[in-house]
């Protein structure tokens, strides 16, 4: 059964510490959103590639944070430097679009202390 | 803009009765629309999901009723159980996925 395969499931780190979160999508799928969980704005778009090329970033704060996809297997989320606001969970989405579900990973859940 | 409005934000049912939820969706452009149902700890998962050539779609207790022209859709959720306490949340998608902000599913037993 494919799945989106997301690393690490918990990171624990300063204020001011480089956060590096991974995702594998499924493979064969053109689509990968990142998204952000809190409980005040609950899924919240942080970006989006088609077929490896960023197509929309303009939910992720740019001075702290970037999304990569060095290759098909591969998606990654940085920020840095990390602040306590962005404790939250943050999801990793993979689909063959337009029009097919979205399949979501488990979540990386990240405290920034 | 808020493209997908989703309401109520919470909703307690007993146990056997009838779970609503309700969406709205701004573009007529948007040609899927799929629930997703969220447990403690785990990413949201695909449910149960609608195009706009039907009116409605239903998978065993989980039933989706779409209108069209009120560019509204529904979720119903029939003979509720305790295991179906979740988060729901609707979606609209074209080439891009809307979520909607989420519906906390309470079912006492």
């Known amino acids: 059964d494919a799945r989106v395969t997301q690393t690490p499931r918990h990171k624990v780190t300063e204020m001011g510490q480089e956060v590096t979160m991974r995702c594998q999508p499924i493979l064969g799928h053109n689509t990968v959103f990142w998204y952000r969980q809190t409980m005040m704005q609950g899924l919240e778009l942080l970006a989006y590639f088609r077929n490896r090329a960023p197509l929309d970033d303009s939910g992720m704060p740019k001075d702290r944070f970037s999304a990569e996809m060095p290759d098909a297997t591969l998606a990654t989320l940085k920020i840095q430097p990390s602040e306590p606001r962005d404790s939250a969970v943050y999801f990793c989405?993979?689909?063959?679009?337009?029009?097919?579900?979205?399949?979501f990973g488990n979540g990386t859940r990240l405290t920034v202390t | 803009q808020q493209q997908v409005k989703q309401s109520p934000q919470s909703l307690i049912v007993q146990k056997g009765g009838i779970s609503i939820i309700n969406c709205a969706y701004e573009n007529t452009a948007f040609d899927y629309f799929p629930w997703y149902q969220q447990f403690p700890g785990k990413g949201p998962a695909l449910l149960i999901a609608?195009?706009?050539?039907?009116s409605e779609k239903k998978e065993g207790r989980f039933t989706i009723s779409f209108n069209k022209s009120a560019k509204q859709f529904s979720l119903h959720i029939m003979d509720s159980q305790p295991g179906d306490s979740a988060t729901y949340f609707c979606a609209a998608s074209g080439n891009q996925f809307y979520f909607g902000t989420g519906t906390s599913l309470t079912v006492i037993p």
């Open positions: 989405a993979s689909g063959f679009l337009p029009n097919s579900p979205l399949h």
């Open positions: 609608i195009r706009p050539d039907v």
